[in-house]
């Protein structure tokens, strides 16, 4: 019998990508779906894209989690507690797309959030959800903070160096660049296309909430502190994420060396391809996939590694990478729903 699945917040940009990655899923069966903007209409009156695909009505958030054995919640942070709460009570699996329980510390979340949080125990229980990463605490998993976008893309970027002690895990520069639809559906002036289209800058430069996320699952990784400077900046595409990474080499090593350490420690993972040495990872590439790519810049003359690393926003750093945490939180292949080749053009 098909796992009955739920999604809070289906009309935003996450919601939906969870929505469609779920409607070709072998192992499930969409139970319900909701809004806040648009209750009572259809999902395929607000996108129609998906008319005769999905035509079901936006009901409230209560009734996805009455008819839900998993639950996906795609909203604003500081609203998933109390449903994740709801969720743990009856015994669903709660999926969280946004900020609440990513960062373990109470004082980092009040910091860059402005939030509290409302159970400490909930928070505990909590599994920061990089499969290739943390694959083993996911598979014991009741409650899953899948993790922001930019924080993926740098933590697969640097997790085989990191691990190995071969870079310096304070001295690190994250020059990122994220599509338009990583600010969300919500319109705001610097995602207005007059403003967006034909330019390309930063923001929140040293600023941005991803910060204290990206150090934690770094310094998890490193086994020990690690500090970042990171300038994210946006891209006029709709999706798409590309981080290149500057770290400090604690001991040389060849371009060889490099590359085998990468290609060692992913040899098993199906979602991130390590590129040939010489070629460099392109958002294109990934576009509309669950993969990331991985490219390897040894600088011998200036003494640092380069690392770029790429990834779609909306799947590998959002939606995909839910779906991948819930197979494997399930017990389902890891694989399931995300066979997604990326579109060549």
């Known amino acids: 019998m098909a796992v009955q699945v739920g999604i809070i917040g289906a009309t935003g940009y996450a919601g939906l990508e969870i929505v469609r990655l779920l409607l070709r899923h072998p192992e499930v069966e969409l139970a319900a779906v909701s809004s806040v903007s648009f209750a009572g209409k259809r999902l395929s009156e607000v996108y129609p894209s998906m008319a005769g695909c999905c035509d079901m009505e936006l009901c409230d958030d209560k009734a996805v989690v009455e008819r839900s054995q998993v639950v996906f919640a795609s909203l604003p942070h500081g609203l998933s507690q109390g449903i994740a709460a709801a969720c743990v009570e009856k015994g669903a699996l709660f999926i969280d797309m946004g900020a609440d329980f990513r960062l373990e510390s109470e004082e980092d979340y009040a910091q860059w959030y402005g939030g509290e949080y409302t159970d400490k125990a909930l928070h505990d229980m909590a599994v920061y959800a990089i499969p290739e990463l943390f694959r083993e605490k996911i598979k014991a998993a009741k409650l ?35 599509g338009v639809t990583g600010a969300g559906r919500g ?125 779609d926003n909306m799947l590998k750093g959002a939606a995909g990478q839910a779906v991948q945490n819930m197979n494997l939180a399930m017990g389902f292949a890891e694989t399931a729903g995300l066979e997604l080749v990326p579109p060549a053009f």
């Open 144 to 178: 899953i903070a899948n993790p922001g976008c930019y924080p993926t893309s740098v933590a697969l970027g640097l997790a085989p160096l990191l691990k190995a002690g071969k870079i310096d895990p304070q001295n690190l520069v994250v020059d990122a660049k994220s």
């Open 187 to 311: 319109l705001s002036q610097n995602t207005h296309f007059p403003d967006c289209n034909e330019a390309f800058g930063p923001y929140k430069v040293a600023a941005h909430r991803h910060t204290p996320e990206i150090e934690q699952v770094l310094s998890a990784l490193a086994g020990g502190e690690s500090r970042i400077t990171f300038v994210p900046h946006l891209l006029p595409v709709n999706r798409g994420i590309i981080s290149t990474i500057y770290a400090v080499p604690t001991q040389r090593m060849t371009a060889q060396e490099l590359w085998e350490l990468y290609k060692s420690f992913y040899r098993d993972e199906c979602f991130v391809r390590v590129m040939p040495l010489g070629d460099a990872a392109n958002l294109k590439n990934v576009r509309c996939s669950n993969f990331c790519d991985i490219s390897l810049h040894p600088d011998q003359r200036a003494g640092r590694v380069i690392v770029v690393s790429t990834l």
